[in-house]
């Protein structure tokens, strides 16, 4: 099969678009033809060895989680998939070798949902990795009807979400993000609110209550500062900062989910929470997909698509 592998750590340079064996499944497993993956940053924070400690490679390593395309083979044990499936899902293992920038990739039934019929390809390839995150993140500190929420970088992939699913729950959601995104997340029925210096204040003008919650996604700081925004500790997570837990809020890593992955299509379905796909790369060109998400500039996500 065609990939995009690592042949040791590196970064984009060390990207190489290469024939591969397809993955080897067992009875437990389904096989996947892929339509479309999407980049996420701890892609190539794996592929750079920073996650080796806790998320080991093995070489050649495909790099990728998410997934979305069709059911071609099923282990002799698998119950409630079929051949011919459409699916979408988070793919994740404890050893990272075999990913989803890659026309295959073999997942175990509680990794992956179906893929309803309104939900386009790119957009099933963008969701599971932030959709997850955000959801089990709200999760984590409760949120729900009558909260005002605060969501640091409620402009990127997991905010942009995140703020959807909290407004869904009948949150009030205030997001800080640069100016260029303040239309963009007005159109959400998020207050925006510029970051940088000044922001505490800027944040007391609009909840001089305080905050109920917040979720980091950014890692700077931020975690204090929702804190001395009103939030509890206990209220605040983090999925960029492990330190939140010594003041005494929660961290979030990402774990597969199916029927996670269910209330996440059922929200779509309902129009209460859409996926911004900003860029498409053809497989092929993954190292440009990382150099445009490495800026960290991009709204939303960066998507990949597999012929």
């Known amino acids: ?47 750079a060895g920073y996650l080796d400690s806790f998320l080991p490679g093995e070489f050649p390593l495909i790099p990728g989680w998410d997934a979305a395309g069709t059911i071609v083979e ?114 959400l029925g998020v207050e925006p609110v510029e970051y940088g210096n000044g922001l505490l204040e800027r944040l007391r003008g609009l909840a001089p209550d305080g905050i109920d919650s917040a979720l980091d996604a950014v890692g700077r700081g931020e975690v204090d500062l929702s804190i001395e925004a009103g939030a509890d500790p206990g209220r605040v997570v983090s999925i ?18 199916a029927d996670d992955l269910r209330t996440l299509t059922d929200l779509i379905e309902a129009k209460r929470l859409t996926v911004p796909v900003t860029a498409t790369f053809p497989l092929d060109r993954a190292a440009e997909a990382w150099e445009a998400s490495q800026t960290g500039r991009t709204r939303g996500k960066i998507v990949l698509t597999i012929a």
């Open 74 to 187: 099923t282990g002799s044990a698998v119950t409630g998939c079929r051949v011919g499936d459409d699916v979408l899902g988070y793919v994740r293992r404890p050893v990272v070798k075999w990913g989803t920038y890659a026309e295959y990739t073999v997942a175990e039934p509680g990794m992956i949902a179906p893929k309803p019929d309104v939900v386009d390809w790119e957009t099933a390839a963008a969701l599971p990795l932030v959709g997850l995150t955000a959801l089990q993140s709200l999760d984590a500190v409760r949120v729900k009807q009558g909260d005002t929420v605060l969501v640091h970088a409620a402009a990127g992939g997991v905010g942009s979400v995140a703020v959807q699913i909290a407004k869904a729950r009948g949150a009030r959601v205030i997001g800080t993000a640069s100016t260029s995104n303040h239309d963009y997340l007005l159109s």
């Open 1 to 47: 099969m065609k990939a995009v592998v690592l042949p040791r750590y590196g970064g984009i340079q060390d990207l190489e678009s290469t024939d591969v064996p397809e993955p080897p499944h067992g009875p437990n497993e389904v096989l996947i033809a892929l339509k479309a993956t999407s980049v996420n940053p701890v892609d190539w924070k794996v592929g």
């Open 240 to 257: 960029a900062d492990p330190a939140v837990r010594e003041k005494g809020g929660k961290y979030v890593f990402v774990e597969p989910n």
